[in-house]
């Protein structure tokens, strides 16, 4: 047996990545834009739409009248890019859309032309969401329904309190970053993190109030993991 992980060629690498503030532009304002839309302001991005009026579906031209998107109103043209750090394009014109892959490869803007995986420089996936937690599954192009078929069985098979207890974890581990501050102190505090996602139940994780947490981590120093009954006694 190997030592190490063998590698399996063919896939994606899947990442989680930090959009906030950077400037999408999408191409395109029919149902697949509408979509991608979503998924970009989720992450906080700063997104413009050029696409003439008329083409706008309904979702999209609600976000363009509550001005969570700007909006260009006519067809793509090239300085659209000038300023784009990803773009997303959806059209029902392959010609154009390859045009705009094209200008963006020259311009090394990262894109994804919806319709085309050729053309992408990545692929959206099937999204479940719920608070902090995002589970995203792909299927390397080979099946995207089915990918939302996957990622609706994973969905149901988690606790309705995931995402709950993934807020108040975040919060814990912000304060444990207070009470030990140290860059040496790296190894001590995921060690002791660890444990108390471990030791600790979901439920327990939920019901953590601020006032748990001080008393928690309290304990950090001495290592010690004591239960939510215990913190409270
Ligand atoms: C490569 C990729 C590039 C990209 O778009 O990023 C791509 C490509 C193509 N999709 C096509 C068709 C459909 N796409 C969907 C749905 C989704 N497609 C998504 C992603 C991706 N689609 C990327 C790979 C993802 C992966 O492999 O895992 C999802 C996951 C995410 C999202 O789009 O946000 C979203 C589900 C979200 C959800 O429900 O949760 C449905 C079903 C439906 O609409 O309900 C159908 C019809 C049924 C079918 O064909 O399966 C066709 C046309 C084929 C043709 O003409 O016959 C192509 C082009 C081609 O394959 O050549
Ligand atoms: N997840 C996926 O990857 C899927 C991809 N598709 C493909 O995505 C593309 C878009 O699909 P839909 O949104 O359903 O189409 P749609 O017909 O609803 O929307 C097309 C939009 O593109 C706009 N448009 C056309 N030419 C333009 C240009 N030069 N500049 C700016 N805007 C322009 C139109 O005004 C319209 O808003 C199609 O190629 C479709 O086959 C479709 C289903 C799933």
Redesign the pocket.
Known sequence: MAKFPEIQGGGSLIVAWQVKNKRVLV?????????RIVHVLNADAQVTV???T????EE?AYRVAEKQVAHID???EPCDLDSADMVLC?????E??TQVWKLCKERRIPANI??VPPECDFY?GSIHRDGPLQVMVSTNGNG?KLASLVRKKIAETLPSNMGAAIENVGKLRKKLREVAPNADEGPKRMKWMSGVCESWSLDDLVQMTGHDMDGLLTHYQSGNIPSLQQVRH
């Open positions: 191409v395109g304002g029919g149902e697949v834009a509408a979509g050029v696409c003439p008329t083409g706008l579906n999209v006519r067809n793509f959806a059209i029902d014109d392959p154009a859309s919806a319709d959206f995207p």
